[in-house]
């Protein structure tokens, strides 16, 4: 009768194992395609915000034709106006070293020197810049870190683009 009972006992706890291991292997099936869910959401975000046209280098010259390997890398092409000059950041990197909350609190309250779009960034949910994180997170760090910005007065010792406001002689202000 002991036996039986210890017999039963040691049924009841296979089955129930093996229940927990099916509904969790279930569960982590789930978590993987929703994973993947939001990367797509990041990856398509990203695209059509146009982020590679600044942060991937070539992307503009190369119409869009550079390998996803290659995106968000930063430029050591810098943008000169009157703010100075500004380099885009490498996200690749700059994700790596945040957290997903201290990333999208950070881009939701930053303002960025011109010309990067950063009211653009504000006006995106919550959810999707979850999901822009997602996505250049699972790219991995790659690059080197972008130069440091330079204030009006500092000549680059960089390639830059000129963004310097030119008036025709004689036309109006
Ligand atoms: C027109 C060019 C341009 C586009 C388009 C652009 N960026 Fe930027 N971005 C820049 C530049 C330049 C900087 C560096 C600004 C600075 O030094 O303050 C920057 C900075 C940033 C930063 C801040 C990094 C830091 O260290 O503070 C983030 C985050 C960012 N961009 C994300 C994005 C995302 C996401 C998109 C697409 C939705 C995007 N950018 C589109 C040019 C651009």
């Known amino acids: 009768m002991l036996w039986t009972l210890r017999l039963l006992v040691l049924a009841a706890v296979i089955v ?8 969790r292997g279930v569960a ?12 797509d ?27 996803e390997s290659e995106w968000l890398v930063g430029a050591p092409m810098g943008f000169s106006g009157p703010w100075g000059t500004s380099y885009p950041t490498n996200l690749r990197r700059m994700v790596d070293r945040m957290e997903e909350e ?7 309250t930053y303002e960025a020197l011109p010309p990067m ?11 999707d810049l979850q999901a822009i994180y997602a996505f250049i997170r699972s790219l991995g760090p790659a690059g080197e870190e972008a130069p440091a910005a330079l204030p009006p007065s500092a000549v680059p010792s960089t390639p830059y683009i000129s963004f310097m406001p030119v008036f025709p002689q004689g036309g109006s202000k």
């Open 117 to 127: 779009p950063w009211w653009a960034l504000h006006a995106m949910k919550h959810d």
């Open 41 to 67: 959401r990041g990856r398509y975000l990203v695209v059509i915000g146009g982020c590679n046209d600044c942060h991937t280098p070539m992307f503009g010259e190369r119409a869009g034709q550079v390998p």
């Open 28 to 39: 982590r099936g789930e978590d993987h395609s929703a994973v993947s869910a939001k990367v």
């Open 102 to 108: 201290q990333w999208v609190q950070y881009v939701r």
């Open 16 to 23: 129930a194992a093996l229940l927990f291991s099916s509904e």
